[in-house]
């Protein structure tokens, strides 16, 4: 079956733009997480989606990173006003059962 | 201390060998363990899974945990230049962090022909 999947998959903003990341997860997964991974570092927490319910957003480093996932399906991952310490990859997971997690293929975000 | 710590290496093994790689955890994470692989430009792969004390073998891959010296491993046996990846160990966390995942860096590790 389909795996999870992310778009767009390279993003280059110029600095004080606004982006929107989506992520469309494992069909049926309730479960769904957002990570930020820079260079030779691995994925570092971001926030946590059960359906539509966010139950962990102690992650997200300011109020300018914002997630939602309306419909308890597709996620986006908002951030303003982006600043160079921005720039890494984006990685959505989605899970079935909370332990098991999928990664789409991440959206690479450069900040110019 | 972080909660996860890998030794980022870069490891290096002959075609054939078996490769080591070492993860160890604080006690502010579960005991829910995970061998992720992550090829140069693409995403976090998942390989192994491991919940219990002891050893747990998926084809040439065995995790081992070792939950009273809070030591988890993954040995690759007959090693192929396909392995040729970064090794992420992640732990799931407990109480307010539970369902996250915390990763250590990585061990870069070559397999040379």
């Known amino acids: 079956g389909a795996g999870v999947s992310q778009s767009p998959r390279y993003k280059v903003a110029k600095r004080g733009q606004d982006v929107a990341l989506r992520c469309d997860p494992i069909?049926?997964?309730?479960?769904l997480f957002w990570y930020q991974q820079a260079l030779g570092q691995g994925p570092e927490f971001l926030t946590y989606?059960?359906?539509?319910?966010?139950?962990?957003k102690s992650g997200l480093p300011s109020d300018r990173f914002f997630a939602e996932r309306p419909e308890g399906s597709v996620s986006t991952l908002k951030i303003q006003r982006t600043q160079q310490e921005d720039s890494a990859v984006y990685l959505c997971?989605?899970?079935?059962?909370?332990?098991?997690?999928?990664f789409g293929p991440g959206t690479r975000l450069t900040v110019l | 201390q972080k909660e996860v710590e890998q030794n980022s290496g870069p490891l290096s093994v002959p075609e054939g060998a078996i490769a080591s790689l070492n993860c160890t955890y604080s006690?502010?994470?579960?005991?829910?363990f995970f061998w992720y692989r992550q090829y140069s430009g693409k995403s976090p792969e998942l390989i192994m899974s491991?919940?219990?004390?002891g050893d747990k073998e998926d084809g040439r891959f065995t995790a081992q945990l070792n939950k009273a010296s809070q030591y988890v491993s993954l040995l690759i046996r007959d090693s192929q230049p396909s392995d040729s990846a970064t090794y992420l160990c992640?732990?799931?966390?407990?109480?307010?962090?539970?369902?996250?995942?915390?990763f250590g860096r990585g061990t870069q590790l070559t397999v040379w022909p």
């Open positions: 491991i919940y219990s004390n």
């Open positions: 989606f059960q359906n539509e319910a966010q139950l962990d």
């Open positions: 069909s049926g997964h309730v479960s």
């Open positions: 992640a732990v799931i966390g407990r109480g307010s962090t539970l369902g996250r995942l915390y």
């Open positions: 006690d502010r994470v579960s005991q829910s």
């Open positions: 997971a989605s899970s079935s059962s909370g332990n098991e997690q999928f």
